[in-house]
């Protein structure tokens, strides 16, 4: 029986149409012997093909410059997808996948090479029974040969006849707004935005894309949500480890640029947006567009900069031969930003980012004013956090009256976590989730290039302060490897009005009928 669509699930505005690859579709991964090829983009692929997501006799191919045969590709493609209880579908699906994935070696640089790789997409093509072709292109590569490949896609491998071209980019997108620019420009000489797909995989992942659900379809939260009641928001970023000898390229882009300025001011768009007026893409990226442009760049005093150094047995950053000697660059990041609108205006919003922390989390936590004085003095704050990863959960801490005959109050939580109220979900990769958005032409959960440069122009002075290329360097504060960060960080947030919980409260609080 069919029904209701008011209890189905679905929401008709969200039911937005764009041009879908469903068929005679051949999916390019360009870097396909590198890591991030390996660990997210095959994985990604892999999970689309064993939930039927994938197109209708869709063909992988992977291409790099590394001479390997097939054989070594599907070991270095499967490496990666896990199967822990050996389970026998899982491993048949594995096979099939296999058999349609395949791979061509070449320069990045030389048209020939993008010739011949388009003269092997073609003998796939040649065997559809109709004549579109839909060719979906995706970057896994370094910034250093983004636009050659670019420019040779679209000259060489570009389909012109009945078909659908689209091109999925991986961040860096450029060192500061002028090489962003410089990087915009020249990959639209070739690729128009429709076409371009410019991933930033936190906007894949469930708790993110759950904010505009959280926000907009619930009155409780939208009443609440400004400057009238709440005190300051945190977005945390956490590591439990370093570089691990990957310092010479982490020195290269530092925290800020890693993490800070794409990954969290995301995150802070969706928090922060007005309603769009639907769930089009366009509508939804034309409202985080607004919101940044609200954002001035961020000031130095503003800023706390740290460096983790050897502690608990582990090396400190410096400790590491990748790494330039006497580097400032810096490993941990918390700055605050301000948004100037009606809804927001002096509330601080502080972004967090570290490596070789005490563990890996990354949260969203809105601390709540305090309640009026009088009957309840000094009484803990609400608040309401949100777990993007990993366990992810959303709970607001409040306050209620203890069981028994006392009247006392105590902090407590709503606890909405995933695992325990959704026991059937699974919870999705990012990157299957924005891959499948792809294909589907859907641009919501993908980054669009006004976005970009207004981005870099919050981050880009700071960035050039840390550079060195407007006045002194500044030296990050110490910190050791395994703990919260710097020791300066709890007063850098009570600066700006965060009021730390007491010792009692501790989350989740044990089973109170238990006590």
Partial sequence: MTRNRSLSGTIPSMETTNDELKDNTIIVVLGAS???????????????????????????????????DTEEFHKRTT??????????????????????????????????????????LEDIESKYQSKECNRLFYL???????????????????????????????????????????LLSSLKQYWTEDETFRIDHYLGKEMVKNLLVLRFANIAMGAAWDKNS?????????????????????????????????????????????????????????EKVKVLRCIPPIERSDTLLGQYVAANGKPGYLDDETVPPQSVCPTFAATTLWIHNPRWEGVPFILKAGKALNEAKVEVRIQFKDVTQGIFKDIARNELVIRIQPSEAVYLKLNA????????????????????????????EAYEALILDALKGDHSNFVRHDELDVAWKIFTPLLHWIDGLSGQRPRPVPYPYGSRGPK?????????????AADSYTWPITNLASL
């Fill in 488 to 500: 300066e960080l709890n007063a850098f947030v009570e600066k700006y009005g965060y009021r730390r």
């Fill in 230 to 286: 709440i005190s300051n928001v945190q977005i945390t970023f956490k590591e439990p480890f370093g570089t691990e000898g990957r310092g010479g390229y982490f020195d290269e882009f530092g925290i800020i640029r890693d993490i800070l300025q794409n990954h969290l001011l995301q995150v802070l768009s969706i928090l922060t947006m007005e309603r769009p007026v639907s769930f089009a893409a366009e509508d939804i990226r034309d």
């Fill in 401 to 428: 009256k203890a069981p028994g005959l006392y009247t006392r109050a105590i902090p407590t939580e709503m606890d909405l976590t995933y695992k325990r109220r959704f026991t059937e979900s699974k919870i999705p």
């Fill in 140 to 182: 896994a590569l370094p910034p250093s040969v983004f636009i050659s490949v670019a420019k040779n896609l679209k000259e060489h491998c570009y389909v012109t006849r009945g078909g659908i071209n689209r091109i999925i980019v991986e961040k860096p997108f450029g060192k500061d707004l002028d090489s962003a620019r410089e």
């Fill in 34 to 68: 590198g890591d991030l090829a390996k660990k997210k983009t095959l994985p990604a692929l892999f999970g689309l093909f064993h939930q039927g997501f994938l197109p209708r006799d869709v063909k992988i191919v992977g291409y790099a410059r590394t001479k390997m």
């Fill in 79 to 120: 490496s990666y997808i896990k199967n822990p209880d050996n389970d026998p579908t899982i491993a048949e699906k594995l096979e099939q996948f296999k058999a349609l994935s395949t791979y061509v070696s070449g320069s990045y640089e030389d048209g020939a090479a993008f010739d011949n790789l388009n003269k092997y």
